[in-house]
């Protein structure tokens, strides 16, 4: 999976996300259906289910909390599971979780398996705006410096407090300020780095030549996901 | 990228720099180098090495004198010139390499500088195979050990093949496996090389020439051997005999 053409993976992603979001909030099938791509790519793509938990642990609580109140409001019962009445606000909640559940690992998908190089370069490919591509490619430059950084300073830290759990609040405004200009002061150099090899505003990506399974590849997932979005055989 | 000059490659008269108007970093600097010679440049800390380093390479451009890189007046609209000939190495590495893998970072410099992808991929490939880090080349940047971080920024330098290489404080926390192996890389690097460090002994084994920078000034330019014999000299402008001849 790794050495399919990263715009086919990242148009899979996009239409993948697209048509999970517009998927009725009552209709529960064809969304369980759809996890096929998600079983089918952490196969293949020899991927841990644990691991992309674990990295999506800070945007998973958003996820979960989303629908959360959605019981309160719509207490109309939808579906029944033998004697039990299931009301729309609890099916609207689980599909909402779910929903944000299979965008969050489609999107895990993506990045584990194709380099941030590679996905600039698609976006690239289907005319995203260079600005755009730039940008996300500096945030993600400069977000490694920030947390480097910060793992620094923390590290220093921890190691003249060892008694303190955390960081002492009268400490914090000091310690930003220091990580911010520490911060600055890495990513002009990172700048001056890229600059003395010729950065001129644009990234220079590697094209990479389209073979045929990077057609095959996009067009049976959106096949495959159109036949459960438009219950074609059910 | 190789200009094809021989001879002198380097030319600084009458260079001054400050940050803050009276306050200068550089003084009156005057030097001229050729093509590859090997020199070191020593000092306490301080004393504007770094700043002359970032002048030749255009990362400021607020000087007074005349300085020539490469066959071209560094000037902001030179600027794209003379970085195409002149390699920076940092002395940190970690703010040289930038991109996911070793080998993407290697083919930054060439592919900005518009080279074919067949041309990138032998750059690339002659770097890697002459720094001997076949190993490192799909290895993620953030995953490696100081000396390897450190052969990949060379790397990434040599695959610019440039004309002038400037390195600051390259042996800077690396072991003495190492260190030793940096010393016998530079010494088979055949451009015109300017290291700055305070490890006199890595400037013995590397360079030829040595210039003494104190207070902003050149105080010596001569033979290494000579300079950093001269033990007063030295103590003089608050650095040591380097170890090696110390225990002598």
Redesign the interface.
């Known amino acids: 999976m790794n050495n399919l053409h990263p715009l086919g993976k990242l148009l899979t992603c996009v239409l993948y996300i697209f048509l999970v979001a517009s998927i009725d909030k009552y209709d529960i099938i064809p969304l369980i259906l759809m996890s096929v791509y998600l079983v089918f790519a952490f196969l293949i793509g020899e991927l841990s289910l644990k691991e992309g938990l674990y990295r999506m642990r800070l945007i998973l609580p958003l996820v979960l909390f989303v629908g959360i109140f959605n019981p309160f409001f719509d207490k109309d019962i939808v579906l029944y599971v033998g004697n039990i009445g299931i009301s729309g606000g609890v099916m609207s909640m689980i599909t909402l979780f779910i929903k944000g559940l299979y965008s969050v690992l489609s999107a895990y998908i993506l990045i584990a398996t194709t380099?941030?190089?590679d996905i600039c370069y698609a976006l690239r490919v289907v005319k995203v705006p260079k600005i755009i591509v730039i940008v996300i490619m500096l945030i993600y430059?400069y977000f490694?410096v920030m947390a480097?950084e910060a793992h620094r300073i923390m590290t220093a830290y921890s190691l003249r407090a060892p008694s303190q759990k955390g960081i002492h609040y009268k400490a914090w405004g000091a310690l930003v300020g220091q990580w911010l200009l520490r911060s600055m002061d890495?990513a002009e150099?990172?700048y001056?780095?890229?600059?003395?090899?010729?950065?001129?505003g644009e990234f220079?990506?590697?094209?990479k030549a389209l073979k045929l399974q990077d057609f095959i590849y996009p067009i049976a997932w959106a096949c495959i996901f159109v036949i459960i979005k438009l219950r074609i055989i059910m | 990228m190789k200009t094809g000059i021989h001879g002198e490659i380097l030319k600084i008269e009458n260079l001054s720099f400050a940050y803050e108007k009276d306050e200068p970093v550089l003084q009156d600097i005057n030097l001229h180098a050729t093509d590859g010679e090997s020199i070191g440049i020593i000092g306490a800390n301080g004393i504007g090495k770094s700043t002359l380093m970032k002048l030749l390479?255009g990362?400021n451009t607020n000087y007074s004198g005349k300085l020539v890189v490469a066959g071209h007046e560094v000037t902001p609209k030179n600027l794209?010139h003379i970085?195409?000939h002149?390699?920076?190495v940092?002395q940190?590495s970690?703010?040289?390499l930038?991109?996911?893998?070793v080998e993407?970072d290697i083919?930054?410099?060439p592919?900005?500088?518009?080279l074919s992808?067949e041309e990138?991929q032998k750059r690339v490939d002659d770097a890697i195979s002459f720094l001997h880090i076949e190993h490192l080349r799909k290895k993620s940047t953030?995953k490696m050990s100081g000396g390897e971080k450190k052969l990949a920024s060379i790397a990434?330098i040599l695959a610019?093949e440039p004309d002038i290489i400037i390195m600051d404080e390259p042996s800077i926390a690396l072991d003495p496996r190492n260190r030793r192996n940096l010393i016998n890389i530079l010494n088979k690097i055949k451009s015109l090389k300017i290291i700055t460090s305070h490890d006199l002994d890595f400037v013995m084994d590397t360079c030829e020439r040595t210039i003494l920078i104190d207070d902003g000034r050149i105080i010596a330019d001569g033979a290494t051997d000579v300079i950093l014999k001269d033990e007063k000299l030295l103590t003089t402008h608050s650095l040591e005999l380097p170890l090696s001849l110390s225990r002598m």
């Open positions: 380099s941030i190089d430059r490694d480097l890495r150099m990172v001056e780095s890229m600059l003395l090899r010729g950065f001129n220079s990506f590697k094209k | 390479v990362l794209n970085r195409e002149v390699g920076y940092f940190d970690d703010s040289q930038f991109l996911s893998t993407d083919a930054f410099g592919r900005n500088y518009g992808e990138v953030y990434t610019m």
